[in-house]
């Protein structure tokens, strides 16, 4: 194939990433339909939100796993799994809303979704790292976007759905969108011919490390460097996490004193809506980010994320005022998004792209674990009232793992 075509080729995976992407970035809009769960079926909210605890753990195991098996099976292979499994679970959640069972909703939405999430999730990212080292910032923003921008549609849209059609029906829909989108879009996946580079490009160019000089998946591991920017991930998606499970109820408590005597189902609405617009900017903050990464550097991002974020979740409970509280909320899930774009290009530049899929993808074991420690430190009472306390202490741990980050050198 000429050089022309594989240019070509490139974007068309990108395009087919993107819409990847913006399926399976529904699982953040999570938060609307936990209310309507609990209400319907009496469940308790720590119960509940164990649906997205054990949703996230599950992404990161099999992001790890799934970025394995990429670099030994390809990235049609696994991005196909992906979604099978994705919308499979989608459905199983709508029958375990329709027989109310709980245990069913976990294995459901939580493990099989959660499996198939992860799979999808490190197969566009590791491939377009090949198949753009001369973008890589802005290339995995825009894979990434989609993800972040997909609880748009879900926020937008599936609360009119629950309350015309119910739960389970907006479930099973969701999840015929998936099986047939998620799996069409990784038929077009493929990794670059051995050796390729766009046009005019030098692997040195952008300061990263090359293929030919790349860190194997063991020799990454043993270096301080792979544990650090482990951290910043852990660190920075658990305070994202933690806010985006109470997003919608934390919206509605800032909604009800500024309006009083809105009804329920307009509440929800509205809550679904800022859930929404925060959504957008979650997809909008990754492109930024990472974009801005390739001219200031991924260490800068992240250093000058942090410490706004970390002064934000201070100033978050003073605001009473629903157009600031949407706004504070867009800024926060920007940040949140752009640590996910960010740290493909962050982790390709300190250890090459040869080994990335593995590398990469075991790196996302923290966003498995943050999956956890965000939304349960946000839902455990007692920790409640100064969670966005909690969660600006971790900002500021992040903010010194980046400042003393220095990139790796190989033996």
């Known amino acids: 194939m000429s050089n022309e075509n594989l240019e070509s080729k490139r974007w068309i995976i990108a395009g087919a990433a993107i819409v990847m992407q913006l399926c399976l970035g529904t699982v953040y809009a999570w938060s609307v339909f936990k209310k309507p769960l609990m209400s319907v079926h009496g469940w308790s909210e720590p119960s509940t939100q164990a649906t997205m605890m054990i949703l996230m753990a ?192 934390l919206a509605q408590d800032v909604i009800k004193k500024a309006t009083p005597g809105i009804t329920p189902e307009a509440l929800a609405v509205a809550g679904g809506s800022i859930v929404a617009i925060s959504a957008i900017f979650n997809g909008l903050g990754r492109l930024f980010w990472a974009w801005t990464s390739d001219l200031i550097g991924r260490k800068g991002v992240f250093m000058t994320m942090f410490a706004t974020q970390a002064a934000l979740y201070v100033y978050l409970p003073q605001i009473a005022n629903v157009t600031m509280y949407t706004i504070a909320a867009c800024y926060l899930l920007a940040c949140y998004g752009g640590g996910f774009a960010t740290m493909p290009a962050f982790a390709a530049d300190s250890f090459g792209p040869a080994n990335i899929g593995r590398i990469y993808g075991m790196m996302l074991t923290a966003w498995g674990c943050a999956g956890v420690a965000g939304p349960l430190v946000f839902s455990i009472p007692a920790i409640k009232p100064v969670a966005l306390y909690v969660a600006a202490g971790l900002l500021i741990a992040g903010f010194v793992l980046a400042l003393i980050y220095k990139k790796p050198e190989k033996a």
């Open 58 to 249: 599950m992404i990161g195991i099999s992001a790890a796993f799934g970025g394995m098996l990429v670099d030994k099976k390809g990235p049609k292979f696994v991005a196909t799994i992906g979604g099978i499994l994705f919308g499979i679970g989608t459905l199983i959640a709508g029958y375990a809303d329709q027989v109310g069972s709980l245990p069913l909703l976990w294995l459901g939405f939580g493990v099989i979704a959660g499996l198939g999430n992860g799979f999808g999730y490190v197969t566009p990212i590791a491939t377009l790292i090949r198949w753009f080292p001369d973008k890589r910032g802005l290339v995995t923003g825009l894979a990434v976007m989609g993800f972040g921008a997909g609880a748009f549609f879900m926020g937008k849209i599936a609360p009119g759905m629950i309350l015309s059609m119910g739960m389970a029906k907006t479930f099973y829909i969701w999840g015929v969108i998936f099986l047939i989108a998620v799996t069409g879009a990784a038929q077009f996946y493929k990794n670059p011919p051995a050796g390729w580079l766009p046009k005019g490009f030098s692997p040195t160019a952008g300061g990263g490390v090359s293929a030919a000089d790349s860190f194997t998946f063991n020799q990454a591991l043993k270096t301080p460097q792979w544990y650090l920017l482990w951290g910043m991930l852990f660190l920075n998606v658990s305070a994202g996490l933690g806010l985006i499970s109470q997003l919608s109820p």
